[in-house]
């Protein structure tokens, strides 16, 4: 198995985070003209938030924790605060990644 950003192998392979790239025509799917970039990224983060939440049950009431703040920490606060958890922590190393998934549903945010 191998992806962009992948740090499975050695040496790891390096991300996406380009103006351009070339890959396989069979890994690209042609993005609707109403859908802006920045929410076509959301994509996958957002679906493996949804996974994650489907596959822990009901968190009505439940307490969630995500390490780190990043795209899928922060949709993941969103998720679990969509679905009525009560306490949804979430750490990082950066105070300002943490800003963003208080606004984005975290009840608490640690700097660790």
Same mark, same amino acid.
């Given at each position: &198995? ?9 040496? =790891?392979? %390096? ?6 790239? #070339?890959?396989?025509?069979s890994q690209c799917i042609k993005? $609707?003209? /109403? ?5 076509? #990224? ?8 949804? =996974?994650?939440? /489907? ?9 969630? %924790? ?6 899928? @920490?922060?949709? @993941? ?5 969509? $679905? ?19 606004? &984005? ?5 640690? /700097?660790?």
């Amino acid at each position: &198995m191998g992806f962009l950003g992948s740090a499975r192998t050695f040496p =790891h392979v %390096q991300g996406g985070f380009r103006d351009r790239i #070339v890959v396989e025509q069979s890994q690209c799917i042609k993005i $609707n003209a /109403n859908v802006s970039l920045a929410e076509a #990224v959301c994509a996958e983060p957002l679906v493996v938030c949804l =996974h994650a939440a /489907n596959q822990a049950g009901s968190l009505k009431g439940r307490r969630v %924790q995500a390490t780190g703040a990043g795209p899928i @920490g922060s949709l @993941g606060a969103t998720i679990a605060a969509l $679905n009525q958890a009560t306490d949804i922590v979430v750490t990082d190393l950066h105070d300002f990644t943490l800003s963003i998934a208080l606004k &984005m549903g975290a009840t608490q945010g640690i /700097n660790v």
